[in-house]
């Protein structure tokens, strides 16, 4: 079983920074891609990034690159996403998954564990 918490949200001005974290308990994560989504009111829940088990490749939405950056530490069974130049938006929430297939890194289907999510804001 895993459990992932999400944590490190809150309210921040655009243009700013921000690192959110995705803590594993239960089975260790270290051998799973892993990836972080978010929903924003009224919308979807769209693919923010990925990272595969070993954290050598990385992949992103075109939305985030190259501000962007998801890493991992594996001894710490911790995920993290760096975001900076953040632009404003209201009440979005962020969640990482477990991803539980070989199939597309952007697919939220291919996950198979969830965190409860961290809500992030960007003010103007």
């Known amino acids: 079983q895993v459990q992932l918490v999400e944590s490190g949200g809150g309210l921040v001005q655009a243009g700013g920074s921000l690192r959110l974290s995705c803590a594993s308990t239960g089975r260790p994560v270290s051998n799973y891609a892993m990836g972080w989504f978010r929903q924003a009111p009224g919308k979807e829940r769209e693919y923010v990034a990925a990272i595969n088990w070993s954290g050598s490749n990385t992949y992103y939405a075109d939305s985030v690159k190259g501000r962007f950056t998801i890493s991992r530490d594996d001894a710490k069974n911790t995920v993290y996403l760096q975001m900076s130049t953040l632009k404003p938006a209201g009440a979005v929430v962020y969640y990482c998954?477990?991803?539980?297939?070989?199939?597309?890194?952007?697919?939220?289907?291919?996950?198979?564990?969830w965190g409860q999510g961290t809500q992030l804001t960007v003010s103007t």
């Open positions: 998954a477990l991803k539980m297939s070989s199939g597309n890194y952007r697919s939220d289907h291919d996950y198979g564990y």
